[in-house]
């Protein structure tokens, strides 16, 4: 519709919309038992909320409620403040919500002393992770917290089975430890590099981390499921070999690397 359109052809056609739907949703019908449990639940305007593990319904309000009281999202705090119901923050503010994307239950980070935890690669690695979430649901975690689920003892790691498709948290802890080791080598070689995983439904891949034309990484995978370093001391040590080494083939190939 035109904006300079005839007056009454624009009253005729807002007035044909809500009858247009309402047809629609009468054909619609028919298809409701079959539609989604999401799709029923905001058919029925209700909003449903996605957890990673089953919750009462109690403990999502009161977190819910924490949120709403302490810190929205952007989005919602915008909403919340156009209607006088929350003060306006400033950008300052704003750049601390900042978080970590897992609601599971974490085991303390063995080792995790200050000195790994001020190693580049793994401050790197807690800045990813908390630039993830804008909620700050997990804001009074510790930095050892936040890396717990990367940790996988020995006992964890024979109580994951070989059988069955990667957790989709494994896949996401996978991703942004390459995506880490993808950042630290810009930051030391001021070049533009990226990673790409390839993992299979049955849990193995590669992983091929690039500099322009340089290929300076190519890792094949195997039980993705299983993905995890036994101490915080070994994921710094992985991580940070893993850059040195990317770093001496930029400067073996450097026309590669820049090309």
């Avoid at 940790?151 to 109580?159: A, L, M």
């Avoid at 069955?164 to 810009?186: K, M, N, S």
């Avoid at 001021?190 to 500099?211: D, F, H, K, N, Y």
Wanted: proline share 6%; with cysteine.
């Amino acid at each position: 519709m035109k904006k300079d359109a005839d007056a009454e052809l624009i009253e005729r056609t807002e007035t044909l919309i809500p009858e247009e739907e309402a047809i629609a949703w009468k054909r619609l019908e028919a298809y409701r038992p079959r539609w989604p449990s999401t799709a029923k639940v905001v058919s029925a305007k209700v909003h449903p909320i996605k957890v990673p593990q089953p919750q009462s319904i109690e403990d999502v309000l009161s977190r819910g409620q924490t949120m709403l009281k302490t810190s929205p999202p952007p989005w919602l705090r915008k909403v919340l403040t156009e209607a006088g119901a929350a003060k306006k923050q400033s950008f300052e503010n704003e750049d601390r919500t900042m978080t970590t994307p897992s609601d599971t239950a974490v085991i303390r980070a063995e080792n995790a002393d200050e000195t790994t935890l001020a190693t580049p690669f793994v401050k790197c690695l807690i800045r990813l992770i908390r630039a993830q979430d804008t909620y700050r649901i997990w804001e009074d975690k510790s930095d050892a917290d936040l890396l717990a689920d990367f940790i996988v003892t020995k006992e964890r790691h024979r109580e994951i089975p070989t059988i069955g498709d990667p957790d989709p948290d494994v896949l996401w802890r996978l991703q942004i430890f390459y995506t880490c080791a993808a950042l630290a080598i810009e930051e030391r070689s001021g070049l533009l590099a990226s990673s790409t995983i390839m993992i299979s439904p049955e849990g193995s891949g590669r992983v091929v981390l690039t500099t322009g034309r340089l290929v300076v990484l190519s890792k094949t995978m195997r039980e993705v499921r299983r993905f995890g370093f036994d101490t915080l001391g070994k994921l710094a040590k992985a991580g940070a070999k893993l850059v040195d080494d990317a770093i001496a083939a930029i400067e073996a190939h450097p026309d590669a690397a820049r090309a």
